[in-house]
């Protein structure tokens, strides 16, 4: 099992930006495919981002064109770029392994709002 730690998160003006990131010890982001997932209040868990070992990247149509999945060169952090944000990207943010579920993190909270 791995240990994820999500970071980042905070208050937003609709309109904004912030990035979030999320560590991992060792390589594990290099082997396996990556996810970045959010949880709104009252709604379930959704898969909202996600990278190939390869490189591919994949959005859920809520958040196309506005975010953004990345990971650094070293492979130990992993990155989500949220442009745009609207009051309804109001949620905590996880990471995992999609293919490969790790326990879950505490996530960080994104609120955006005026």
């Known amino acids: 099992q791995v240990q994820l730690v999500e970071s980042g998160g905070g208050l937003v003006q609709p309109g904004g930006s912030l990035r979030l990131s999320c560590a991992a010890p060792?390589?594990?982001?290099?082997?396996?495919?990556i996810g970045w997932y959010r949880q709104a209040p009252g709604k379930q868990r959704e898969l909202i981002a996600r990278m190939s070992v390869g490189g591919r990247t994949t959005y859920a149509d809520s958040v196309k064109d506005r975010f953004t999945i990345s990971r650094d060169n070293g492979q130990k952090t992993v990155y989500l770029k949220m442009n745009s944000l609207k009051p309804e990207d109001t949620a905590i943010y996880y990471c995992?392994?999609?293919?490969?579920?790790?326990?879950w993190g505490q996530g960080t909270q994104v609120t955006v709002s005026s």
């Open positions: 995992n392994l999609p293919l490969y579920r790790q326990p």
């Open positions: 060792g390589n594990i982001f290099s082997r396996y495919v």
